[in-house]
């Protein structure tokens, strides 16, 4: 049985305890690779982490991202979206096309995509 | 293009023709691979997204809800309130195959509707907002897990899509064409040694020849002196 972890600051993520989450506070960069620690070490499945956190540790969320487990999630905080979210989606794309077609959600069936 | 060092001859030949067959045919499979999991690919990332703008939309409102929530109650008695907690959710995990790239599914034990109900907290000391926070919460964490799913397969299927494409890319432009060129230079090597045997026969046979006419002309000397 897995658990789903959430990371932020204090008033974006406490309503999640409510839902039964783990909900770990942080702020600082250190506190933030903390608790992706401690999250990993209470068996989170999903790591959900706004988006203002989730760019202060943008190497070791990269090296969770290509793991089986957990999936990391950035969400919005509540002083709202930095688009990292969406920008993530587009990396992957790009990744998997070869190249950044933006409005990727247009592109036609079936396209031939050599590299 | 790199050739391969080999000995050239016709054994050689052979291993590498067949060496050939196997490319094309590993190439040709790995080619569909990469088309079948592109077709998924794109589907996957297009759930993904609308799901994400979902999700985006559906926290903020929930984000709005809790600031409504302190602003009727005292702070301290919103983060008491949530400091409760409640029972521990706890997710079960499933694995999904897609064209081999094992994806995972993400299943919320399912909480006694009941309990699921009743916040966790008193309700004497707080107010209606915070019950409809958590309620608006409860309602954006869904979809939350179903896009953790959904990204988490976009993710492991461009990983799968990247190496496969190496490989594509490796069989056809690397070892096909060096596979192709060796087994050319091997041919051409074959036919000049064939060549080469067959003028140093004629030489001989010149050679020969030369010698059988030149006993002949000196056994009619020999013979006319006599």
């Given at each position: 049985?897995?658990?789903?972890?959430?990371?932020?600051?204090?008033?974006?993520?406490?309503?999640?305890?409510?839902?039964?989450?783990?909900?770990?506070?942080?702020?600082?960069?250190?506190?933030?690779?903390?608790?992706?620690?401690?999250?990993?070490?209470?068996?989170?499945?999903?790591?959900?982490?706004?988006?203002?956190?989730?760019?202060?540790?943008?190497?070791?969320?990269?090296?969770?991202?290509?793991?089986?487990?957990?999936?990391?999630?950035?969400?919005?905080?509540?002083?709202?979206?930095?688009?990292?979210?969406?920008?993530?989606?587009?990396?992957?794309?790009?990744?998997?096309?070869?190249?950044?077609?933006?409005?990727?959600?247009?592109?036609?069936?079936?396209?031939?995509?050599?590299? | 293009?790199?050739?391969?060092?080999?000995n050239p001859t016709r054994m050689e030949l052979?291993?590498?023709?067949?060496?050939?067959?196997?490319?094309?045919?590993?190439?040709?499979?790995?080619?569909?691979?990469?088309?079948?999991?592109?077709?998924?690919?794109?589907?996957?990332?297009?759930?993904?997204?609308?799901?994400?703008?979902?999700?985006?939309?559906?926290?903020?409102?929930?984000?709005?809800?809790?600031?409504?929530?302190?602003?009727?109650?005292?702070?301290?008695?919103?983060?008491?309130?949530?400091?409760?907690?409640?029972?521990?959710?706890?997710?079960?995990?499933?694995?999904?195959?897609?064209?081999?790239?094992?994806?995972?599914?993400?299943?919320?034990?399912?909480?006694?509707?009941?309990?699921?109900?009743?916040?966790?907290?008193?309700?004497?000391?707080?107010?209606?907002?915070?019950?409809?926070?958590?309620?608006?919460?409860?309602?954006?964490?869904?979809?939350?897990?179903?896009?953790?799913?959904?990204?988490?397969?976009?993710?492991?299927?461009?990983?799968?899509?990247?190496?496969?494409?190496?490989?594509?890319?490796?069989?056809?432009?690397?070892?096909?064409?060096?596979?192709?060129?060796?087994?050319h230079s091997i041919t051409a090597k074959l036919e000049e040694n064939e060549r080469g045997a067959r003028t140093r026969l004629m030489k001989v046979k010149d050679r020969l020849v030369e010698r059988a006419v030149a006993e002949r002309a000196e056994r009619e000397r020999l013979a006319g002196n006599a």
């Open positions: 049985m897995y658990r789903v972890g959430v990371i932020g600051d204090r008033d974006s993520v406490m309503g999640f305890r409510a839902l039964g989450l783990v909900v770990l506070v942080a702020e600082t960069r250190e506190e933030i690779s903390a608790a992706v620690q401690e999250a990993l070490r209470q068996d989170c499945a999903v790591l959900f982490i706004t988006e203002h956190a989730a760019v202060l540790v943008p190497d070791e969320l990269e090296a969770l991202r290509l793991r089986k487990l957990p999936a990391v999630v950035p969400i919005p905080s509540t002083r709202g979206t930095l688009g990292l979210g969406m920008e993530q989606v587009k990396e992957t794309v790009k990744k998997a096309v070869g190249v950044d077609i933006l409005g990727f959600d247009r592109a036609p069936e079936g396209k031939e995509t050599d590299r | 293009m790199a050739e391969i060092r080999v052979l291993r590498l023709k067949r060496r050939l067959v196997v490319a094309r045919r590993g190439h040709k499979l790995l080619k569909d691979k990469r088309d079948e999991l592109m077709k998924r690919f794109l589907d996957v990332v297009r759930e993904n997204r609308t799901r994400r703008e979902a999700m985006e939309r559906q926290l903020a409102a929930a984000h709005r809800g809790f600031v409504l929530a302190r602003a009727t109650m005292r702070p301290e008695a919103v983060e008491s309130a949530l400091m409760m907690g409640s029972a521990p959710l706890m997710l079960g995990l499933d694995t999904l195959n897609v064209m081999s790239v094992e994806v995972p599914v993400f299943l919320p034990e399912p909480q006694d509707a009941a309990r699921s109900d009743v916040p966790p907290y008193g309700l004497a000391s707080t107010s209606g907002e915070l019950d409809g926070a958590i309620l608006a919460l409860r309602g954006a964490f869904e979809g939350m897990l179903s896009l953790a799913a959904a990204e988490k397969a976009a993710q492991l299927l461009a990983d799968e899509i990247e190496r496969t494409r190496r490989r594509v890319n490796s069989l056809e432009y690397i070892l096909i064409p060096s596979l192709v060129e060796t087994i």
